[in-house]
């Protein structure tokens, strides 16, 4: 039986550290799909938005909450068919 052993200069990490690593690859590789889809939403905001969605939150409520957000804040109204109108 062998033992493997990490590469010279290259420290093992613990599995806590693994899971972080892993945690941050994974929200790399979202906000660059979030990017291409042209969200809006910087790293803070996604990440938020997954926390949200982890804990259950509706994805199709939350969706509606950051596009009516948006819209307040752009001075525009979203009526029932979620179309855009001005205030």
């Given at each position: 039986?062998?033992?493997?052993?990490?590469?010279?200069?290259?420290?093992?990490?613990?599995?806590?550290?693994?899971?972080?690593?892993?945690?941050?690859?994974?929200?790399?590789?979202?906000?660059?799909m979030?990017?291409?889809?042209?969200?809006?939403?910087?790293?803070?905001?996604?990440?938020?938005?997954?926390?949200?969605?982890?804990?259950?939150?509706n994805?199709?409520?939350?969706?509606?909450?950051?596009?009516?957000?948006?819209?307040?804040?752009?001075?525009?109204?979203?009526?029932?068919?979620?179309?855009?109108?001005?205030?």
């Amino acid at each position: 039986m062998s033992l493997r052993r990490a590469p010279m200069g290259v420290i093992p990490q613990s599995p806590e550290e693994q899971r972080a690593q892993a945690a941050r690859e994974s929200l790399d590789i979202l906000l660059e799909m979030s990017t291409l889809l042209n969200t809006g939403l910087d790293r803070t905001q996604l990440a938020l938005c997954i926390k949200m969605l982890e804990d259950g939150v509706n994805p199709d409520a939350l969706a509606t909450v950051i596009r009516d957000l948006r819209a307040e804040a752009t001075g525009k109204t979203i009526g029932s068919t979620g179309s855009l109108g001005t205030r």
